[in-house]
T-cell receptor, first 114, second 111 residues
Framework: NAGVTQTPKFQVLKTGQSMTLQCAQD?????MSWYRQDPGMGLRLIHY???????DQGEVPNGYNVSRSTTEDFPLRLLSAAPSQTSVYFC?????????????FGEGSRLTVL | GENVEQHPSTLSVQEGDSAVIKCTYS??????FPWYKQELGKRPQLIID?????GEKKDQRIAVTLNKTAKHFSLHITETQPEDSAVYFC??????????FGAGTTVTVRA
């Protein structure tokens, strides 16, 4: 199993550009989530999904969209990038659909918005 | 929503000593409390977790305690070793399945 795969690992955007961070898992996990990590602020939940076709907002959803059309994929879309979205983004998945199990994280995607 | 506070933000200990990290949470309905370790440049990894129906759990040199009445839980690392140096995050799962993390504790083990 590859686990949780995120692409790209690094990306530089200009303000106003859009992009999609891809996340795929091959473990048949029901629960998937996106976090951003900023110095001194820990991991903040952006969006999460308890199963295919179901998504919900986390703590910091503004400026981001997600979809969950399949169990395997959970892409994160930045609609109009802003410098405040410069961060490291982590996708994570868990077998337990309610989130009460180990979260497996991807390697992270470092995004810089100029 | 859930608010998780973590203290201290940094912790320096002598090798062989114990380290304790404390977290509080706001949502009394939260029922699952994991701890993650993140080494420099790596992804977070689960080290131990505890559910709301258990007061304490131990795994070799690490242990977690939970006080539901006071809404706080703690991580204890005994006989610290250099490889314990990392950032540690506590988290709490609310009943709407959101896992909220604390801000992290940077632990440095001095040789």
């Amino acid at each position: 199993n590859a686990g949780v795969t995120q692409t790209p690992k690094f990306q530089v955007l200009k303000t106003g550009q859009s992009m999609t961070l891809q996340c795929a898992q091959d473990m048949n996990h029901e629960y998937m989530s996106w976090y951003r990590q900023d110095p001194g602020m820990g991991l903040r939940l952006i969006h999460y999904s308890v199963g295919a076709g179901i998504t919900d907002q986390g703590e910091v959803p503004n400026g981001y969209n997600v979809s969950r059309s399949t169990t395997e994929d959970f892409p994160l879309r930045l609609l109009s990038a802003a410098p405040s979205q410069t961060s490291v983004y982590f996708c994570a998945s868990s077998y337990e659909g309610r989130g009460t199990g180990e979260l497996f994280f991807g390697e992270g995607s470092r995004l810089t918005v100029l | 929503g859930e608010n998780v506070e973590q203290h201290p933000s940094t912790l320096s200990v002598q090798e062989g000593d114990s380290a304790v990290i404390k977290c509080t949470y706001s949502d009394s309905a939260s029922n699952y409390f994991p701890w993650y370790k993140q080494e420099l440049g790596k992804r977070p990894q689960l080290i131990i977790d505890i559910r709301s129906n258990v007061g304490e759990k131990k795994d070799q040199r690490i242990a977690v305690t939970l006080n539901k009445t006071a809404k706080h839980f703690s991580l204890h690392i005994t006989e610290t070793q250099p490889e314990d140096s990392a950032v540690y995050f506590c988290a709490a799962l609310s009943n709407d399945y959101k896992l909220s993390f604390g801000a992290g504790t940077t632990v440095t083990v001095r040789a």
